[in-house]
């Protein structure tokens, strides 16, 4: 439940050395996860170029998903000129897989990029399977050619895609409506984790029958798939969303708080939760809560008025939460929409028992901004 929150940050970060040793100590675990989380966190919030040495470490891990990771940190920094040299490099990288490669294509495609297109489609090119073009077909065509195209809709029809939900994200936002009739037909054959997010894709690439698959999803799927598709319509700007959403907010079933909670989100009404906030039995209202407040402040015409002024005191209780998931929820809201009245409260997460939560914690630190009236 839930998903991963977008953080577009100023270039650099705020000095605070107990957050830094934190991250320091997390960029050394052993779980990729944990690693990859705090090696990004200082890969965004360095005042070096591109993240100074952080960078190449993580470039350069073993994992692949710390690689994905850094990739994303670095497409954060953009356009800065450091981080574009880096992410250049990483696609030029041989050995490396098609989806870490290519997805670093995307990155530098959507920053207005073509420099790396021979190297994409050479890596396109030498792919032996529809599942490894996938990702370099996607990238190629992101950055103009057309001949990539039927490549990328070849891969699609084929419908033997891994679980890569970063292809999946890249392809919903590529902007690539041509290609969604290809999508719509792959939503029938892929294995059935992708299947709702490929039909979010598919809506959000212009195609009626994503709506469809996902209006199918809330009406008769299982409990997952209906909290699976509210996931996708929190963040999406496709026309039927908000229709979507005000469905499951109607209805009985798992997901109907959870898209109550968006819907108030995204209407600036923070009063449902507040109340969800309160919620001491049920643990998953107060995450949502702290989750759909920190998109309610990133939607706000004014960050600095009173709403935004309520929503992250409401944050700063959730970091006391006596749930952990709580407390990293709000903490990662926090890193998106905080300012220095909250790091107050952040500091004590520094010392929690979790290394997800203290790498959190110390990321929002970092990145806490004043925040300055509209037109000032």
Not at 8 to 21: K, S
Not at 40 to 61: C, H, M, N, V
């Amino acid at each position: 439940m839930g998903s991963a929150v977008g953080l577009a940050v100023p270039v650099g970060g705020n000095r605070h050395a107990a957050a830094e040793a934190a991250l320091d100590a997390a960029a050394a675990d052993a779980e990729p996860g944990l690693r990859g989380a705090a090696l990004a966190a200082r890969i965004r919030t360095s005042s070096e170029a591109a993240g100074g040495d952080w960078a190449p470490r993580a470039l350069y891990d073993p994992s692949p998903w710390v690689r994905r990771q850094a990739a994303t940190a670095l497409a954060d920094r953009l356009p800065e000129p450091a981080s574009l040299s880096a992410l250049q490099a990483l696609v030029s990288r041989p050995d490396l897989d098609a989806y870490t490669r290519c997805g670093a294509g995307m990155h530098l495609a959507r920053a207005g990029d073509q420099s790396t297109l021979p190297v994409v489609t050479a890596a396109l090119e030498a792919a032996s399977e529809d599942w490894e073009a996938a990702p370099c077909a996607l990238a190629a065509a992101a950055m103009g050619s057309e001949g990539a195209v039927p490549l990328l809709e070849k891969a699609l029809r084929g419908g033997e895609l891994p679980l890569e939900l970063g292809f999946v994200a890249d392809l919903s936002g590529s902007g690539l409506a041509e290609v969604a009739p290809a999508v719509g037909e792959a939503v029938g054959l892929v294995e059935e984790p992708l299947r709702i997010p490929l039909a979010a894709a598919w809506m959000e690439l212009g195609g009626s029958g994503g709506a469809a698959e996902l209006r199918s999803a809330l009406n008769t799927g299982m409990p997952e798939d209906q909290l699976t598709a509210v996931d996708f319509l929190v963040h999406s700007g496709a026309s039927s969303a908000e229709e979507l959403l005000k469905k499951a907010a109607g209805s009985e079933g798992p997901a109907r708080q959870y898209a109550r909670l968006a819907l108030a989100a995204r209407s600036g009404d923070l009063g449902p939760a507040q109340i969800a906030a309160g919620d001491a039995e049920d643990r998953d209202a107060r995450i949502l809560a702290m989750q759909l407040t920190g998109e309610l402040v990133a939607r706000l015409e004014d960050p600095s008025g009173r709403v935004a002024r309520k929503a992250r005191a409401l944050l700063a209780g959730g970091l006391a939460d006596p749930d952990d998931a709580v407390r990293l929820a709000a903490a990662r809201s926090l890193a998106r929409v905080g300012t220095p009245a909250e790091a107050a409260a952040l500091e004590p997460l520094l010392m929690a028992e979790g290394v997800a939560l203290r790498v959190a914690a110390a990321e929002a630190l970092l990145r806490l901004r004043p925040v300055a009236r509209p037109g000032t």
